[in-house]
């Protein structure tokens, strides 16, 4: 849900005449959604400005978004970041992914599930 | 010649959750926001003189909601609904218990992976870019694409506008 508020609200700005770059991991959110300037990190979502404790990779994770600020020539320019999360990239198959989960996993999730939503409508602008 | 393993790409993020939260009952499948034309806006100013905003969608620490990490399980009574800011001077405590982002793979022990304030002022004072703007603002997550387009969107582009910001950089986490 981060990646489609960001991308409505770059889209705003931008109409506003405001230019924006997104720096974020869910690449087919944003890019259905459709935004001006979009920097691609392949990692897990919760880490759109570069991998933990590694000032180096946020570094440079930040400098291609502000290339990708600078040098988009038009709208949908998405820029893929050169960085991997690890070699290894079975973590993608996990998020999420209901053919590696269980049926009581699924049972327990679903129970999980119900009380958010309880909580959820107890609160303003529901979400 | 060897090809990259068929499941190295980008997540289907959107495939993923509209079958998960199928199996969890919900029968009713979300509909992603989904635009033909892209506004586009180009620079004003070279970024070295350019008021950066930065724009967040994580959450400031609320005492007394529950757990909110790192690490947490989603915490859906962190949520916040209102557009806020806060000084860029400032060491805002801010947390992502609100959203999913992936907790078998992430910990979100290190603010500076979803939330880059420190790496962009090392960079206005590297002269990379002109400064970033008196303020950050954070965005409410909302499943409305009409809320966040007709309430918090507009309050965004005021408070920006407010700040003098010539760019904007946004962050979800």
């Known amino acids: ?127 | 010649m060897t090809f990259a393993p068929e499941h190295d790409v980008p997540i289907p993020y959107m495939q993923r959750t509209r079958d998960y939260y199928v199996a969890l009952g919900y029968d009713n499948p979300y509909r992603w926001a989904h635009f033909e034309d892209v506004p586009f806006t180009p620079l004003p100013t070279p970024l070295a003189q350019a008021r950066v905003a930065l724009i967040t969608t994580a959450a400031p620490y609320q005492p007394g909601v529950g757990d909110q990490g790192p690490g947490a399980p989603y915490n859906a009574a962190a949520k916040f609904y209102k557009v806020y800011s806060d000084a860029t001077t400032a060491a805002p405590d801010l947390r992502i218990s609100h959203v999913g982002y992936d907790r078998k793979h992430t910990t979100a022990e290190d603010p500076n992976t979803w939330f880059p304030l420190a790496r962009l002022r090392e960079a206005a004072a590297a002269g990379r870019i002109g400064a970033l703007t008196p303020r950050f603002h954070g965005a409410p997550t909302n499943r409305s694409h009409r809320v966040t387009l007709e309430t918090d969107a507009p309050e965004l582009l005021r408070r920006c506008r407010e700040d003098g910001a010539d760019v904007a950089v946004l962050v979800p986490s």
């Open chain 1, 1 to 127: 849900m981060c990646h489609q508020t960001v991308s409505l609200v770059a889209r705003h700005l931008e109409a506003g005449g405001l230019p924006t770059v997104i720096m974020g991991c869910a690449k087919d959110i944003v890019e259905h959604c459709g935004v001006p300037r979009f920097l691609f990190s392949d990692f897990p979502l919760g880490n759109s400005a570069g991998r933990p404790f590694d000032a180096a990779s946020q570094a440079a994770t930040l400098e291609l978004a502000l290339r990708v600020l600078e040098g988009a020539p038009s709208g949908r320019t998405t820029v893929q970041s050169p960085l991997r999360w690890r070699d290894d990239a079975s973590w993608k198959l996990d998020y999420s992914n209901l053919d590696k989960m269980t049926p009581e996993e699924i049972a327990e999730k679903r129970k999980e599930f119900d009380v958010v939503k309880e909580i959820i409508k107890t609160k303003p602008g529901r979400t």
